[in-house]
């Protein structure tokens, strides 16, 4: 059995979009009435749907990823607390199906954070310093481009310029490898049945 659950995640470089709001709830992310779905497919047309759409359903031009430099983005700039309120995995899942495969902020709400990585989404942290360049960066419009490297756990902006963000070894190893919490075990499923023919073997004797 292939253990590869998801795509890896080694490099991006795409456009940036700038949302300069702290503490982006999942509710914001995704709003309630797209919960009745367990599919991780589809969930896109509703990512940021009450800041996207005006209540007549008409798309609102002051949100940014309706903005036509933005509408292909693949990178979020956030401000701080990102994914916080209640711990719906549709969260990722829309920003996935939607194309977003990274999103940068200074802190993480933990729930939405580990979510990210099973999911093949990189939640990048950085510096307040830093995220204040990268949200100037994600500004200029068509040329808010950012080149993201997992190995190297690097951001180059349009300028050049290179930050840093933060990231334990083991979420980095299993987005590398495009590796969710079973694919992880799946590469250990020789040991894990040499484990139990080995443990039957002694309960039987």
Same mark, same amino acid.
């Given at each position: 059995?292939?253990?590869?659950?998801?795509?890896?995640?080694?490099?991006?470089?795409?456009?940036?979009?700038?949302?300069?709001?702290?503490?982006?709830?999942?509710?914001?992310?995704?709003?309630?009435?797209?919960?009745?779905?367990?599919?991780?497919?589809?969930?896109?047309?509703?990512?940021?749907?009450?800041?996207?759409?005006?209540?007549?359903?008409?798309?609102?031009?002051?949100?940014?990823?309706?903005?036509?430099?933005?509408?292909?983005?693949?990178?979020?700039?956030?401000?701080?607390?990102?994914?916080?309120?209640?711990?719906?995995?549709?969260?990722?899942?829309?920003?996935?199906?939607?194309?977003?495969?990274?999103?940068?902020?200074?802190?993480?709400?933990?729930?939405?954070?580990?979510?990210?990585?099973?999911?093949?989404?990189?939640?990048?942290?950085?510096?307040?310093?830093?995220?204040?360049?990268?949200?100037?960066?994600?500004?200029?419009?068509?040329?808010?481009?950012?080149?993201?490297? @997992?190995?190297?756990?690097?951001? &180059?902006?349009?300028?050049? $310029?290179?930050?840093?963000?933060?990231?334990?070894?083991? %979420? #980095? +190893?299993?987005?590398?490898?495009? @590796?969710?919490?079973?694919?992880? &075990?799946?590469?250990?499923? $020789?040991?894990?049945?040499?484990?139990?023919?080995?443990? %039957? #073997? +002694?309960?039987?004797?």
């Amino acid at each position: 059995m292939d253990p590869t659950a998801m795509d890896k995640f080694t490099t991006l470089t795409g456009v940036a979009a700038p949302l300069p709001i702290t503490n982006i709830d999942t509710d914001m992310i995704i709003p309630k009435q797209y919960l009745k779905t367990i599919a991780r497919t589809g969930l896109g047309s509703g990512l940021f749907s009450e800041l996207r759409f005006k209540d007549d359903g008409s798309e609102n031009p002051d949100f940014i990823l309706n903005k036509p430099a933005y509408r292909k983005a693949t990178i979020l700039v956030a401000e701080d607390n990102f994914g916080c309120g209640s711990s719906r995995e549709h969260a990722p899942w829309a920003l996935l199906d939607y194309g977003i495969r990274c999103v940068i902020s200074t802190s993480f709400a933990d729930i939405f954070y580990n979510n990210c990585f099973q999911n093949g989404i990189l939640p990048a942290k950085v510096s307040k310093e830093d995220l204040k360049k990268l949200m100037d960066d994600a500004s200029r419009g068509s040329n808010a481009t950012l080149s993201i490297d @997992l190995a190297k756990q690097e951001i &180059t902006g349009p300028d050049g $310029g290179v930050v840093k963000f933060d990231i334990d070894e083991s %979420n #980095k +190893h299993c987005l590398l490898n495009g @590796l969710d919490a079973i694919g992880l &075990t799946l590469v250990k499923e $020789g040991q894990i049945t040499a484990f139990e023919e080995k443990h %039957n #073997k +002694h309960a039987w004797a």
